[in-house]
C-alpha cells in the first residue's frame, strides 16, 4: 500500500492527558500537512513540514500542539492537556512539491485520527 | 485571508446531474482542487483545474472562470455511492490549501 497511513484511526482519552498522533505518507513525497477537521467543516490548516523542515504553523496550533518530522519521513503530532474542544478528526496529508506547483502539488489525504476528549 | 463559499447541502436522484458551485476570493492563485469525502472518511482527490475551462473526467467535470473566482463540479449520472461531502479547495501563493466548508450531496433513489 503506497497510500498515506495514520496511526491510531481513533483515540478517546480523558482531559488533561496527552496524545500522540503518527502519520507516514507517500514515501517519495517531501511535503506533510497536519489538518484538523470538525463535524460540517472543512479541514483547517495546522502546519506543515518540508522534508524535516518545519515551515509554517497556524494560529490554530496553540503551544499545546507540537509537531515533528525528525528525519523527513514519518511525522508525529502531540497534544499536551487535552480539552474537550481538541475532540476532531486529525488528517495527514502529503505532496511532492517541485518548481512549478500545480498537480504536483495534489495533497493525498490520509484516514485520519478521530480523538474524542471526555 | 481565503475565503471561500459553497452551498451546505444539495440533494438530487439517482442518474440525474447535480452541480456544485464554489466562489472563492483568496490571496494569490495556484489552483483549485475538488475533493470527496465520504462520512468518517478522508478526503478524496477529485479534480484540479489551474487554467480557465472545463476538465472532464468520466462521470464528473470541474469548471474554473479565474477571471470571476469561480468554479463548478458536476456530478453527471449520479449513483447512490456519490452521497457524501464535496470539498472545493484553492491553493494560494503559500501553497497551502485552504477548504470551503463542503457541500453534501445526497442521491435519492
Given amino acids: 500500500d503506497t497510500g498515506v497511513s495514520q496511526d491510531p484511526r481513533h483515540k478517546i482519552t480523558k482531559r488533561g492527558q496527552n496524545v500522540t ?18 463535524l460540517g ?40 492537556r487535552t480539552e474537550q474542544g481538541d475532540s476532531a478528526m486529525y488528517l495527514c496529508a502529503s505532496s511532492l512539491a517541485g518548481a512549478g506547483g500545480g498537480r504536483r502539488e495534489t495533497q493525498y489525504f490520509g484516514p485520519g485520527t478521530r480523538l474524542l476528549v471526555l | 485571508g481565503q475565503n471561500i463559499d459553497q452551498p451546505t447541502e444539495m440533494t438530487a436522484t439517482e442518474g440525474a446531474i447535480v452541480q456544485i458551485n464554489c466562489t472563492y476570493q483568496t490571496s494569490g492563485f495556484n489552483g483549485l482542487f475538488w475533493y470527496q469525502q465520504h462520512a468518517g472518511e478522508a478526503p478524496t482527490f ?64
Fill in chain 2, 46 to 109: 477529485l479534480s484540479y483545474n489551474v487554467l480557465d475551462g472545463l476538465e472532464e473526467k468520466g462521470r464528473f467535470s470541474s469548471f474554473l472562470s479565474r477571471s470571476k473566482g469561480y468554479s463548478y463540479l458536476l456530478l453527471k449520472e449520479l449513483q447512490m455511492k456519490d452521497s457524501a461531502s464535496y470539498l472545493c479547495a484553492v491553493i494560494g501563493d503559500d501553497y497551502k490549501l485552504s477548504f470551503g466548508a463542503g457541500t453534501t450531496v445526497t442521491v435519492r433513489a
Fill in chain 1, 21 to 38: 498522533f503518527r502519520c507516514d505518507p507517500i514515501s517519495e513525497h517531501n511535503r506533510l500537512y497536519w489538518y484538523r477537521q470538525t
Fill in chain 1, 41 to 80: 467543516q472543512g479541514p483547517e490548516f495546522l502546519t506543515y513540514f518540508q522534508n524535516e523542515a518545519q515551515l509554517e504553523k497556524s494560529r490554530l496550533l496553540s503551544d499545546r500542539f507540537s509537531a515533528e518530522r525528525p528525519k523527513g519521513s514519518f511525522s508525529t503530532l502531540e497534544i499536551q
